[in-house]
């Protein structure tokens, strides 16, 4: 409960010699999903991430697409 995580134990694609090879079509197209969606905004509920394992919103959270 009291150990620290190493600052290297989240390596989604690995790392070094180990690298991924498709890392950088996976994050490029990451990217382009991304841009076609509209913008979220928020209707309900807190935003701030909450960091753990992964990044998500302190509590439930509703989102509504905006117009572009």
Not at 2 to 16: E, K
Not at 38 to 56: C, E, K, M, N
């Amino acid at each position: 409960m009291g150990r620290q995580t190493p600052a290297w134990a989240y390596l989604p694609f690995g790392g070094g010699e180990r690298l991924c090879l498709g890392m950088h079509l996976a994050q490029m197209l990451i990217h382009d999903t991304l841009a076609a969606l509209p913008p979220l905004r928020a209707v309900r509920g807190d935003p701030a991430p909450l960091p753990g394992l992964t990044l998500g919103p302190r509590g439930p959270l509703v989102v509504q697409a905006g117009r572009a």
